[in-house]
């Protein structure tokens, strides 16, 4: 039953009548009870309000409006004793207590009514959430004129619940709070009141931990109150309906005080009374996801509570704040936070139906404008403010403060100022040398992919499971393809932008992972010490230069793999040994979804790390941890399992098709191969470093000597796993197996393990050495930090070019000029490391490979070549054929496969951007100029451009082409010309899923891609299967014209590996999350079949003899009351 | 500090020095693999096609000569032909021709396109179909494969442009020659053209960037700027672009009006790529014969070549080899009949080798100015005699690589003509030799040899004529136990003429390579 809070309520008997909507109060202070109603002294009493006396005499006596406290409790401690019992010596005259036990495992009706016998006890069979909890009073209570709001580890004291009624009758207040203080030191403020800004984020209005000095002693209107102790008029709390259940834990109490604001009630803060107030929340449960809950929890109350011009003027505000935040919070690591920000808008997104109604419950209730309250919130942002705060999410203004003094304590303190010139040195260089690549050209060489022209085509080709590589193929595309289609979805269609970030991104996020690998080592030289040898490790700087993706990417998540790993398995220095490890499971399922991310770009990346991991883990075993060592393999392998999952269409897709290169990218190449020493430092590419590059190595190598305990088990792994790295990679440069991914992929551990033993070096300096008597490792560490110096001079001379060599144009640019679409396709060749997408090598003819884009430019599924149908083995056959001199018409050969172009680079980019060179074999060039089919295009040195005659379009009808006798014979292809086909089906869109349009009636129809019965062709409802063509394209015989839908249905099997990779995904993601707060499940509340005043009982009804009491002015249960 | 901590850091030094050393890195893989072939090869029945090229189709001689295509197909099936004939404006005519399972065709470029001076461009199907071309006028004759490729350089080591002044001052004979660039593809070609002669380099600025349309033929006269020269050495560089090139070499009798007549006839496919070794199975000496080696070098840098003679059955005891020093850019010449060390009659094979690597390119110069000697001075035992024609000029480049099949695509059998095949072994094993002949009036194959040892560095000369073939026009499909080199020579007594030259190699199945002579 809904009041309006403005109307004065009946008396009932043995209940105190509610307040005069003049706001007199019932009872003065220090009257007894039959001293109700002094109307002589309200001027006395307006003054004290007016002053900000608090009235310090109990209200007590027959006139005493009737009180519930609502307890809400969830397996307390031991306090909660004490909780209760300062309820049971409250001064005030009319107060019951129920107990809601929000679904503790332990029964607390014993301890309940050991402590307060006459209190009510309701129990709930599982965790509600706290606002579902407390509003389980709204059924079980009826009667009262206030409902007491109380955590379980509240204490108050003696005389607050009758300040607390006092104020709300003498501010005529809806809601009331007192002043809280710390439960173990009563000198130390809470809270004092909530300050909300504009978007509804809340901070408290005290500072953590400050001394209560009666700063905060006068009463006032506040926007918001803490509902750890909150005096709710029970008119007010029905008409409100109580707190919002959608926000089981954190906001629900701004949310409800910012209600009660809309229905005109104030909110006041009553400092005369006072609570002590536990407040850790953290300690009984997981409080992981609490930013993200009071993100999202702001942002719902923002939309809902707000009037609609106001919602619809901030709405802006609010998203590119929260973009700001994004993205700040990626720039400083704080990479939970940023992913606490997307699962907020997405939360509230999918919960908009929720909002809506929501919205018009607030609407039903509103009796003031935002403009009557706005003047109560703060203006500006809070969040940006609170991007510096650290991680815990507690204390976070106080905590920013903290931490800037802290860090400008690092700065200045001499014994750590070394790493913090390192971390200063190491940034700089690393934002000047990639200064030209954040906002000039990122071209399209080697891995550097482009993306195409829009998110749709590289979700459709996921969608679809067809592919347009080569001739096209029937399989799903890496994980990368759908990936970058949907962060260009969600970057507003700039799939651009997507691809920049994929290239440059991993740079910051591998670079930062380096800076807080070793956060719980506690010293800023140890960190300062990885940072500078990873971010400015000439193997990655060369990675961006070749423009190798996949090992920029590896790189990107190499220490957050590592770091993630150590901490699960619980082993120094990442992890305290003494700490509780996070589950396995859970810390498997988060390093899995890294590793499917690498795993997305380059599989053999995601392997690299996982052997890394492996061998990393001899790190505790040498340190004499053995279970850490076994602990850190098994959750190795469990995290190389979940990133399994989803990554099984491709793994599926490469292994059914025997492409090893498929998930290896590597190739054998005919390029030059470095030497062993140019592997170990790195210089492998333009960024030299020459003799320079052995300083890190000596620097590294240092830790060896100084190092013990776990410094000297992670130095000694890491030595181990570097040794190996390069033990590798030369034997594959000896094979000349190098091509396509390049060193730089493989050495990826290898630079991971010089940082991790550098650093290594810099802990066993502050541990083993600074301490130790003056002997070699002191005189050692200044060879060692000279070393790492004298390795950074020639990274410092390449930051200066300021896009670290990586060429600034590419063949797109150059073949621009000569036309665009993708009606056609283009045969590339060249050796293996220089083709910007993914080529097969060409039998018998070394470090020549041949690979086939859709129009002039290579895009990101091309990169990734799995199916090696009959029209691809065919076209290599032909290629072979015209080099080999076997034939001067390959034109006749490639034209009906849709081939217009023939290109053969011998440079990663055209001239003069190019700075090294893979001469293609002798004769190649020559062998296509022979070709007499073929007409040269002279556009640049870096590439020979060739025009095929007479190319057929991709659908085109065959009525008036005289086909050959055997047209699966190349032979007569090659004797016998064949007119090109007219163009049917919109041909000139390229390769399509889907093409409809009208075709004539006795024709066949050619369709140019690789033969697959899931094609079907329907004319005017009709269907058409295919029939091959010339070995390897399709033809459909069409009877009778009409309109025709070319198609491709999708495969079951491909349909299932759908399933198998977006369900493995979502589990990923789900067991990745921090556990939740709270269980919310939204509960119907039967409100006519509860009777009229409390009573409560267990789960099944029963109640507890013990616990039987009756609330004031109602029947007890058994009397009328009707006990569940 | 304890000494065992030493220990680790050792290690690792150790094994990055062993690393390090273990792998000092590698420059580009050598670009190898696609080189076209230094002479026209057939692709055997594994290959999709084949394009060849006959560029020469007319002569600077009083009536213009024959142009006649001699298309040999071993194979057992019928293969059809295409033809395409151009001329310097461009494509003349395309025809079509089918030539029979195991024949040699013989196609009259005039009748088919109504005019002889036409270079033209054989496509089939077919990669065993080889073919031959040949010039046939008066007093003279020349045949020589087709060329198969093209390339960005060719080079022609003796050419002549002189006159022949009798021992009385009268001028008895003279020389003509022309340059023939063919470019049948679809890009314009820039030509640069240059002479070594013995005074030093010639490079007219008329034969600077010379354009060769793309699809048509471009003619120069090579006696327009380098005049008068017995020998002269060519190099026909390419800017841009793609040619086959040509000379044909005519010596003319001095006579008046309707009396000139032509004396020789010399076509000579040009030498896309110098080599440093060289192999001639096909040589002779005898009374009235003239054998004279060039080898012209065409790098900057000098050579050192020696010329090793090996009589056919004196393998065992060869003469001391000749040696020469070629300058950069130069040519040097010796004259094998005037050498005493090679025997005065008989064949014998030659091997060219440049000591020092530097590439080379080498011609063989065969003039017959009369009959063979007295059957008195044959010495015992008799070796086979040179051919029996009273007159001719041939010249040959020899080839670099040796090959287990060859084709000889056409040899007439007819009207006393002498045809031979000579076969060389420049291996150090004995290789078995099986042959046999296709084509002829008649059809069908005939075995001409049939498991025949030749010796390591010997080698064997095969007379058609003995064999009783019949007559026509005849192929023969060579195979061999080993790499050897096959060479032909065909006489034309009637016209007073030869035609000597390599047979053509048939590339290893599966995209293999011709063995380099320098190899074995």
Redesign the interface.
């Known amino acids: 039953m809904d009041h309006d809070p403005n109307e004065p309520r009946p008396s009932r008997p043995g209940a105190v009548t509610a307040h005069e909507p003049g706001g007199t109060t019932p009872a003065t202070p220090g009257q007894g009870p039959d001293r109700v109603d002094p109307v002589d002294e309200v001027d006395e009493d307006e003054l004290d309000a007016r002053w900000g006396f608090a009235p310090s005499e109990p209200l007590v006596g027959h006139g005493a409006p009737p009180v519930v406290a609502v307890v809400v409790t969830r397996d307390p401690g031991e306090w909660f004793e004490d909780a209760l019992r300062s309820l049971g010596e409250q001064d005030y005259g009319d107060l019951s207590v129920l107990v809601i036990d929000n679904g503790s495992e332990v029964d607390p009706t014993p301890r309940i009514a050991e402590v307060l016998p006459t209190a009510y006890v309701k129990r709930l069979g599982e965790d509600r959430g706290f606002s579902a909890a407390a509003n389980e009073s709204l059924t079980a209570v009826e009667g009262s004129a206030f409902h007491l709001v109380l955590h379980d580890d509240v204490r108050l004291d003696p005389d607050a619940v009758t300040q607390l009624v006092s104020e709300a009758f003498r501010a005529n207040a809806g809601i009331v709070g007192p002043k809280l203080v710390d439960w173990d030191d009563r000198g130390r403020l809470v809270s004092a009141g909530y300050s909300v800004d504009t978007y509804g984020h809340a901070t408290e209005v005290v500072e953590p931990g400050e001394l209560d000095q009666s700063q905060h002693d006068t009463p006032r209107e506040v926007f918001a109150l803490s509902d750890a102790c909150l005096l709710v008029r029970s008119d007010l709390f029905r008409t409100l309906g109580g707190f919002s259940e959608d926000l089981p834990y954190f906001g629900e109490d701004v949310d409800l005080c910012w209600r009660a604001h809309v229905a005109g009630a104030t909110v006041r803060f009553c400092p005369a009374a006072v609570a002590a107030h536990r407040n850790r929340f953290g300690e009984r449960r997981a409080v992981e996801d609490r930013e993200r809950l009071e993100l999202r929890h702001e942002a719902r109350s923002t939309f809902t509570n707000y009037e609609p011009f106001r919602v619809l003027r901030l709405l802006p505000a609010v998203v590119v704040l929260s973009l700001v935040d994004l993205v700040g919070s990626l720039v400083m690591g704080r990479f939970r936070r940023a992913g606490d920000i997307v699962a907020s808008w997405a939360w509230n997104l999918v919960k908009l139906p929720s909002l809506f109604r929501a919205r018009s419950r607030v609407k039903r209730i509103r009796r003031a404008h935002d403009a009557d309250y706005v003047h109560l919130m703060r203006q500006g942002s809070a969040r940006l403010v609170s991007l510096v705060r650290p991680e815990d999410g507690e204390n976070r203004l106080q905590s920013a403060a903290e931490a800037g003094r802290g860090y400008l304590r690092e700065l200045t303190s001499g014994s750590q100022r070394d790493g913090v010139w390192f971390a200063l040195v190491a940034t700089f260089l690393a934002l000047v040398g990639v200064r030209d690549l954040i906002s000039g050209p990122l071209p399209v060489i080697r891995e550097l992919f482009d993306p195409g022209d829009g998110p749709g085509r590289l979700l459709s080709e996921w969608w679809t499971g067809w592919r347009a590589a080569g001739l096209g193929e029937s399989s799903l595309p890496p994980a990368v393809v759908p990936g970058l289609g949907l962060a260009g979805a969600v970057l507003g269609g700039s799939v651009g932008l997507a691809r920049r970030l994929l290239v440059l991104g991993p740079l910051a996020v591998g670079a930062l992972g380096a800076w807080k690998l070793f956060l719980r080592a506690g010293s800023t030289r140890v960190r300062g010490a990885a940072l500078v040898v990873y971010a400015l490790n000439p193997v990655v700087l060369n990675a961006v230069a070749e423009g190798r993706l996949g090992a920029i990417v590896t790189y990107g998540a190499a220490p957050w793999v590592l770091r993630r790993t150590a901490r699960a398995a619980g082993v120094e220095p990442f992890a305290d040994p003494l700490e509780p490890r996070p589950r396995p499971l859970r810390a498997a399922a988060g390093t899995g979804l890294l590793l499917f991310a690498v795993a997305s770009v380059t599989p053999l990346g995601a392997g690299l790390l996982v052997a890394a991991l492996a061998v990393l883990a001899l790190a505790p075993a040498i340190a004499g941890d053995r279970p850490g060592a076994v602990r850190m393999l098994g959750s190795a392998a469990l995290a190389a399992v979940c990133a399994a999952v989803p990554s099984l269409p491709w793994l599926v897709a490469a292994v059914g098709s025997g492409e090893l290169s498929a998930l290896t990218g590597l190739w054998r190449g005919a390029g030059a191969q470095p030497s062993a020493a140019q592997l170990v430092t790195g210089d492998i590419g333009p960024v030299s470093v020459g003799a320079f590059g052995w300083g890190v190595v000596v620097a590294a190598a240092y830790s060896l000597i100084a190092g013990r305990a776990w410094r000297a088990g992670w130095a000694y792994a890491a030595w181990a796993l570097a040794l190996l790295t390069w033990a590798a990679t030369t034997a594959l440069a000896q094979t000349d197996l190098l091509a396509g991914a390049g060193a730089e992929l493989v050495l990826v551990p290898a630079v991971l393990a010089m940082a991790v033993a550098t650093a290594m070096g810099a802990a066993a300096f502050d541990h083993d050495v600074v301490g130790s008597d003056f002997g070699a490792p002191q005189l050692l560490s200044g060879v060692a930090i000279l070393a790492l110096v004298v390795s950074l001079v020639p990274i410092g001379v390449a930051a200066a070019e300021g896009r670290w060599y990586q060429p600034e144009g590419d063949f797109r640019r150059v073949l621009r000029v000569v036309g665009e679409g993708e009606g056609y396709r283009t045969v590339w060749l060249g050796d293996p490391d220089l083709l910007p997408l993914a080529g097969r090598p060409l039998e018998g003819i070394d470090g020549l490979a041949v690979a086939v884009s859709n129009g002039l430019d290579p895009t990101v599924t091309e990169r990734y070549l799995l199916g090696d149908g009959e029209g691809s083995r065919r076209l290599r056959s032909s290629v072979e054929a015209a080099l080999r001199g076997e034939t001067t018409r390959l034109g006749r050969l490639l034209a009906p496969m849709g081939v217009r172009y023939v290109i053969a680079v011998d440079r990663p980019a055209p001239e003069p951007f190019a700075r090294s060179e893979t001469p293609l074999p002798d004769g190649t060039v020559g062998a296509l100029r022979e070709q007499l089919d073929l007409s040269s295009i002279e556009l640049n040195p870096g590439l020979s451009l060739f025009e095929v005659a007479g190319t057929w379009p991709l659908r085109g009808d065959l009525g008036q082409v005289e086909l050959p006798a055997d047209d699966e014979d190349p032979a007569q292809l090659v004797q016998s010309p064949t007119e090109a086909p007219e163009p049917l089906l919109d041909a000139a869109a390229g390769v399509r899923t889907r093409v409809a349009g009208r075709v004539p009636g006795g024709a066949p129809l050619f369709h140019g891609v690789e033969h697959d019965e899931s094609w079907t062709l329907t004319v005017d409802g009709e269907r058409v299967g295919p029939s091959p063509l010339f070995g390897w394209a399709q033809r459909y015989d069409v009877d009778e014209g009409g309109r025709a839908e070319l198609r491709w249905r999708t495969p079951v099997s491909t349909r299932a590996l759908q399933a198998v990779q977006v369900l493995g995904l979502v589990a990923l993601v789900l067991l990745s999350r921090r556990r939740r707060a709270a269980t919310h499940v939204r509960r119907r509340r039967r409100r006519a079949a509860e009777a009229p005043v409390v009573v409560v009982g267990g789960e099944d009804g029963t109640v507890p003899e013990a616990t039987r009491a009756t609330v004031a002015g109602a029947p007890a249960p058994g009397e009328g009351g009707g006990a569940p | ?1 304890k000494p065992a ?2 220990i ?2 050792t290690v ?2 150790v ?2 020095a062993a ?11 050598p ?7 230094p002479l026209a ?1 057939s ?1 055997g029945p594994d ?5 060849w090229f006959c560029a020469a189709g007319g002569a600077d001689t009083p009536s213009p000569p024959r142009h006649a295509l001699l298309l040999s197909n071993p194979s057992g099936d019928v293969v ?1 032909v ?1 033809l395409t004939a151009y001329d310097e404006e461009g494509v003349v005519g395309r025809e079509a021709v089918e030539v029979e399972a195991e024949r040699v065709e013989r196609v009259e470029v005039g009748r088919l396109f109504e005019r002889d001076d036409l270079s033209v ?1 054989v ?5 065993e179909l080889v073919v031959e071309h040949r010039l046939i006028t008066d007093g003279a004759v020349d045949q020589v494969p087709c060329a ?5 350089e060719w080079y022609f080591p003796s050419q002549t442009t002189s006159q022949v002044v009798e021992d009385d001052g009268t001028i008895s004979a003279t020389s003509a020659a022309r340059l023939v660039l063919f470019n ?4 314009d070609a820039g030509v640069d053209i240059t002479a070594a002669v013995e005074d030093g380099l010639r490079a007219p600025s008329a034969w600077a960037g010379v354009v060769v349309p793309a699809g048509t033929v471009r003619v120069i006269d090579l006696g327009e700027h380098i005049q008068r020269r017995e020998q002269a050495s060519l190099t026909v560089e390419l800017r ?3 040619v086959v090139a040509e000379t044909v070499q005519v010596l003319l009798d001095v006579g008046e009006g309707d009396s000139r007549s032509a004396a020789g006839l010399r076509l000579q496919a040009g030498v896309p790529a110098p080599a440093a070794r060289w192999a001639f199975a096909l040589g002779f000496t005898g009374e009235g014969v003239e054998e004279r080696f060039v080898v012209h070098n065409p790098s900057d840098e000098p050579a050192e070549v020696v010329v090793q003679v090996t009589p056919v059955g004196g393998a065992e005891l060869p003469p001391e080899p000749f040696e020469l020093e070629v300058p950069g850019r130069r040519f040097s010449v010796i004259d094998l009949s005037e050498e005493g060390r090679v025997p005065g009659y008989g064949h014998h094979s030659i091997q060219v080798e440049s000591l020092d690597g530097t590439p080379v390119v080498v011609g063989r110069v065969t003039r017959i100015t009369g009959g063979p000697g007295d059957a008195d001075e044959v010495p015992d035992p008799a070796p086979e005699p040179r051919p029996d024609v009273e007159a001719g000029a041939a010249i040959g480049t020899g080839s670099p690589v040796v090959a287990t099949r060859w084709i000889v695509p056409d040899l007439v059998l007819r009207d006393q003509r002498d045809p031979a095949i000579v076969i060389h072994n420049p291996g150090g094993g004995i290789v078995t030799v099986s042959a046999e002949a296709f084509g002829g009036e008649d059809g069908g194959t005939t075995r001409v040899l049939d498991q025949v040892e030749v010796a390591a560095g010997d080698g064997l000369v095969v007379r058609l004529a003995d064999l009783e073939l019949g007559t026509g026009d005849v192929g023969v499909v060579l195979t061999a136990t080993s790499p050897v080199l096959v060479e032909r020579i065909v006489t034309f007594p009637t016209r007073g003429d030869l035609a000597m030259g390599v047979a053509v190699p048939v ?1 290893p199945s ?3 390579e011709l063995t380099p002579i320098a190899e074995l």
């Open positions: 500090m901590r030493l680790p850091i690792v030094a094994l990055i690393l390090t050393s273990w792998w000092q890195g590698s420059g580009p893989a670009a190898e693999g696609l080189v076209a072939p090869t692709g290959v999709l096609s084949s394009t059809e295409s461009m496509e089939s199907a077919s990669g198969t490729s093209s390339s960005r049948p593809f679809s890009q841009n672009g793609r590339r599966g995209g293999g």
